[in-house]
């Protein structure tokens, strides 16, 4: 005979009750509390804290340096996708300007399957002789490579120069050097419209909808900057053999890696990004223009800088930068400097600390390029 309906539930209720003040008389004893899963971000923060960084330096010879160098730039562009420039292009003079010390040309570089390249290129004044050739590479913010190449001219770009000394590449176009001035995504004319992209990160975004296609958005302006390398060795104007690239912020991080990537590049300044992606990442972050999917699995920051060596690197780094965290800061220029031991290059990675905040300082810099690119 089976039980009736009211007989089992009031069966069910009784042993819950007795379940459930058993349970109150075990916590009451001091018993195990029931164990909850960790906060996501708690979770993300502790794996970013035990990431392996398998691929670390630890060579104490130039021929483990070279060895260590070909293994992790290979691994590098494998994380960071396809990111090689057209070989042909074709290119549109939008503008041009003839202004104190050199000639502003706006360019847009076009090939058939590549997003269009806008590039000021800056042609000092008096070029009777192939000169070195320079990419200056900008960094976040709404003017994108308008501040870099030091158009004042445009409304809001002459506050944006004062507040960060932003103007580099009219600086070293007046300094007689040749100057690309890229404009990478998603930034300046190729932001659009912001209000596009409703309340979200235009930097998270394009990264995330990137990543759904297989490609990377910091492979994807590696690409840019090499499009601009490419563009500077072509002109008649410039040495191919002489050629640096600068940077602050995310155009330092970007100068950092395109340096890493490219043998043909000389010397580079890296401003205002003396930081690791384990501290970065370690509290809520968004900026998917300097992400590398997978990255803290066999490196970080200070790796792909070790990529450099043994050519010179200027590090920047203002006193009042909030962007880098000093013990972070020193544990980074200690694991570069072991590459650079190994070259016997110790004194070719230079940290200039000023006094100042998040900005280009330039004085070791430039003295650093004048001696490299002579």
Same mark, same amino acid.
């Given at each position: 005979?089976?039980?009736?309906?009211?007989?089992?539930?009031?069966?069910?209720?009784?042993?819950?009750?007795?379940?459930?003040?058993?349970?109150?008389?075990? *916590?009451?004893?001091? =018993?195990? /509390?029931?164990?909850? #899963?960790?906060?996501?971000?708690?979770?993300? @923060?502790? %794996?970013?804290?035990?990431?392996?960084?398998?691929?670390?330096?630890?060579?104490?010879?130039?021929?483990?340096?070279?060895?260590?160098?070909?293994?992790?730039?290979?691994?590098?562009?494998?994380?960071?996708?396809?990111?090689?420039?057209?070989?042909?292009?074709?290119?549109?003079?939008?503008?041009?300007?003839?202004?104190?010390?050199?000639?502003?040309?706006?360019?847009?570089?076009?090939?058939?399957?590549?997003?269009?390249?806008?590039?000021?290129?800056?042609?000092?004044?008096?070029?009777?002789?192939?000169?070195?050739?320079?990419?200056?590479?900008?960094?976040?913010?709404?003017?994108?490579?308008?501040?870099?190449?030091?158009?004042?001219?445009?409304?809001?770009?002459?506050?944006?120069?004062?507040?960060?000394?932003?103007?580099?590449?009219?600086?070293?176009?007046?300094? *007689?050097?040749?100057? =690309?001035? /890229?404009?990478?995504? #998603?930034?300046?004319?190729?932001?659009?419209? @912001?209000? %596009?992209?409703?309340?979200?990160?235009?930097?998270?975004?394009?990264?995330?909808?990137?990543?759904?296609?297989?490609?990377?958005?910091?492979?994807?302006?590696?690409?840019?900057?090499?499009?601009?390398?490419?563009?500077?060795?072509?002109?008649?104007?410039?040495?191919?053999?002489?050629?640096?690239?600068?940077?602050?912020?995310?155009?330092?991080?970007?100068?950092?890696?395109?340096?890493?990537?490219?043998?043909?590049?000389?010397?580079?300044?890296?401003?205002?990004?003396?930081?690791?992606?384990?501290?970065?990442?370690?509290?809520?972050?968004?900026?998917?223009?300097?992400?590398?999917?997978?990255?803290?699995?066999?490196?970080?920051?200070?790796?792909?800088?070790?990529?450099?060596?043994?050519?010179?690197?200027?590090?920047?780094?203002?006193?009042?930068?909030?962007?880098?965290?000093?013990?972070? =800061?020193?544990?980074?220029?200690?694991?570069?400097?072991?590459?650079?031991?190994?070259?016997? %290059?110790?004194?070719?990675?230079?940290?200039?600390?000023?006094?100042?905040?998040?900005?280009?300082?330039?004085?070791?810099?430039?003295?650093?390029?004048?001696?490299?690119?002579?």
């Amino acid at each position: 005979m089976q039980p009736s309906n009211r007989t089992s539930r009031r069966s069910f209720l009784v042993g819950t009750g007795a379940a459930f003040g058993a349970q109150l008389a075990a *916590g009451a004893r001091g =018993a195990e /509390p029931t164990p909850s #899963p960790p906060a996501a971000g708690e979770a993300v @923060r502790t %794996a970013i804290a035990n990431a392996p960084m398998a691929m670390k330096f630890t060579g104490r010879t130039a021929e483990e340096g070279r060895q260590w160098q070909a293994a992790f730039r290979s691994k590098l562009r494998e994380l960071l996708g396809p990111c090689d420039p057209p070989q042909q292009w074709r290119t549109t003079v939008r503008s041009t300007a003839k202004l104190d010390g050199f000639r502003r040309e706006d360019l847009l570089l076009e090939a058939d399957g590549f997003s269009s390249l806008p590039v000021y290129l800056l042609l000092p004044d008096n070029l009777s002789d192939r000169r070195a050739g320079i990419v200056a590479l900008h960094g976040h913010g709404e003017f994108g490579h308008h501040a870099v190449a030091g158009r004042d001219d445009l409304p809001g770009v002459q506050q944006a120069i004062a507040g960060s000394n932003y103007d580099y590449g009219r600086q070293l176009a007046r300094r *007689g050097y040749v100057v =690309a001035c /890229p404009c990478l995504m #998603p930034f300046g004319e190729r932001l659009g419209k @912001r209000e %596009a992209f409703g309340k979200q990160d235009p930097c998270g975004d394009v990264f995330i909808r990137l990543l759904a296609l297989g490609r990377v958005l910091m492979g994807e302006n590696l690409r840019d900057a090499l499009w601009a390398l490419n563009l500077l060795v072509s002109r008649p104007e410039v040495d191919p053999v002489k050629l640096g690239c600068v940077g602050l912020s995310l155009g330092g991080r970007m100068t950092m890696l395109t340096a890493a990537m490219e043998p043909r590049i000389k010397v580079a300044a890296v401003s205002g990004a003396l930081n690791v992606m384990q501290e970065r990442l370690s509290q809520p972050y968004g900026c998917g223009a300097q992400i590398i999917p997978g990255l803290l699995q066999y490196g970080d920051v200070p790796e792909i800088g070790s990529l450099i060596a043994p050519r010179p690197a200027v590090w920047e780094v203002g006193s009042r930068d909030g962007l880098v965290k000093q013990p972070w =800061a020193d544990e980074a220029v200690a694991r570069m400097r072991r590459a650079y031991q190994a070259f016997s %290059a110790p004194d070719r990675l230079l940290v200039d600390r000023f006094e100042g905040g998040h900005q280009w300082h330039g004085e070791v810099a430039y003295d650093v390029l004048n001696k490299t690119l002579a």
